[in-house]
């Protein structure tokens, strides 16, 4: 069945738009992994914060599979690491596109559900850019896989498919579902959303500090409704099918501003290169033809001149590829319902299904609103002298004075949201693993021997008026040093 024009139009995408979409994703992927090495040990082996013992006796989600929990060593974790880190690259050159978008997928769906303390919304973007990218002709344009086939024929410009379209609706859900699960008052009969996600210690930066000082209450409500209609509408300028371009232009321009002060004033990792991945594909084609008058002369060029000889895409393709992409495309509208209408569900097995194959999706930042709180986290111990000290797991406050930036306490941003989630009565069965991690680490012995840990949250509400409130000691959780 042909569509009409102007539906063809707005689900259309630039084979070199999805290129870029195939280099961005590789190059996200890799340098995620690379963020989560540096903490390898902590959060992937039996000697860290989360040894696999914890995560089979008490799993956030029985259905997340993990090839990282086959072994607890140190060893097995780094070959995972290098196989990713080979696939990713190899996506991110073009090189046996279809094998390393497949491995990429399953290998950083296995990494995430190896420890899901250390998570935030980005990795549900970059497994459902992955999924979508297996069905894809991502190697098409500007990848080595190219370069290997020279083209019988000049090829199309733009491709319009299910998965083409697939792909655009998925961008559009992340922030419309985004702003249909943001139900609590604050954001649109209060408006102090923005108020309160500033003053989030944990993530906010110097940047949010100055904005709540400097922007009046008034023009943060404002701006409060505005995030929220624009998350709600601005989707629709992804599929205007009337100067499509100009419009998918306008919408990237827009998301990305929105992005850029999330990034300024969050401490949120990879996230910002996570919402990177989901605009390349949208930039309009006249972008990409002034990109292609810059390369330089040569063998690079012929990146940018050569496509695959063959008329299907080096991805899943023909009847089943097409079919396939319509099926998941309905089957995930149907889970995003669900998120935020519980009553239009799937049916417990179509869920059990949707998380086995990691596909599950919920996109919940800041909703349904923000916290009225804030705080840090001090660690202190007890020597077996009597006296004490501060420990350090990645950070922590070295002393009793309040960090003039909560967020920066901690060197990674994985060890921040660990203690983020450590925090919830939902975690409580990992508490106790930090504590044996502290007391495996500490270097003392004899008299400086480390008996006692104490975990303390030291937590701020929010006030009106940015009048600083004060600290709440709260004992998160205890322990001895022996019989861990």
Request: proline share 7%; glycine share 6%; hydrophobic share 50%.
């Amino acid at each position: 069945m042909t569509l009409p024009a102007p539906l063809r139009r707005a689900f259309a995408l630039d084979l070199r738009a999805l290129a870029l979409f195939r280099i961005v994703l590789g190059l996200v992927l890799l340098g995620d992994l690379i963020d989560r090495a540096r903490d390898l040990t902590a959060f992937y082996t039996d000697a860290g914060v989360m040894p696999r013992v914890a995560v089979v006796a008490n799993p956030f989600d029985p259905y997340h599979v993990s090839l990282h929990l086959a072994h607890g060593g140190l060893w097995f974790q780094v070959l995972l690491f290098v196989l990713a880190g080979a696939a990713h690259l190899a996506l991110a050159l073009g090189w046996r596109t279809r094998t390393a978008a497949f491995v990429s997928f399953v290998l950083h769906a296995s990494l995430v559900a190896r420890n899901e303390l250390t998570l935030q919304g980005s990795e549900t973007v970059l497994r459902a850019m992955g999924f979508w990218a297996l069905w894809l002709p991502i190697a098409r344009r500007w990848s080595i896989d190219a370069l290997r086939h020279p083209p019988a024929e000049p090829p199309p410009q733009s491709v319009c498919l299910p998965a083409t379209a697939a792909l655009i609706l998925q961008i559009a859900y992340i922030f419309f579902f985004s702003a249909l699960l943001k139900t609590s008052p604050d954001w649109w009969q209060d408006g102090t959303a923005v108020y309160y996600a500033l003053h989030w210690d944990e993530l906010a930066t110097p940047f949010a500090e100055w904005m709540v000082h400097a922007v009046p209450e008034g023009v943060l409500r404002v701006l409060t409704r505005a995030v929220w209609v624009f998350e709600l509408i601005g989707p629709l300028l992804f599929v205007v099918p009337w100067r499509t371009g100009w419009f998918r232009g306008l919408g990237v321009a827009l998301f990305g501003f929105m992005v850029a002060n999330f990034a300024l004033s969050f401490r949120l990792g990879v996230w910002p290169f996570a919402a990177l991945v989901t605009l390349a594909p949208l930039l309009p084609s006249r972008w990409y033809d002034a990109l292609e008058r810059l390369a330089p002369r040569g063998r690079l060029r012929r990146l940018f001149d050569r496509a695959p000889a063959s008329a299907r895409p080096r991805t899943l393709d023909g009847r089943f590829a097409r079919w396939g992409a319509v099926v998941a495309l309905l089957w995930l509208t149907w889970h995003n319902v669900g998120t935020v209408w519980p009553q239009h569900e799937p049916p417990a097995a179509m869920q059990a299904v949707t998380r086995a194959a990691h596909l599950d999706q919920r996109w919940n930042m800041f909703a349904p609103g923000p916290r009225h709180y804030g705080g840090w986290w001090q660690v202190r111990g007890k020597l077996a002298d009597g006296s004490e000290v501060f420990l350090h797991p990645d950070g922590a406050a070295p002393d009793d004075a309040r960090p003039a930036v909560p967020a920066d306490v901690f060197s990674s941003h994985r060890w921040r949201l660990y203690m983020w989630q450590y925090w919830f009565r939902a975690r409580r069965p990992y508490r106790r693993y930090l504590i044996r991690w502290l007391c495996n680490t500490w270097e003392g012995q004899g008299d400086r021997a480390l008996q006692h840990v104490e975990v303390r949250y030291m937590k701020e509400w929010s006030l009106p008026g940015n009048e600083r409130p004060t600290a709440e000691p709260v004992v998160v959780e205890t322990g001895r040093c022996w019989g861990m």
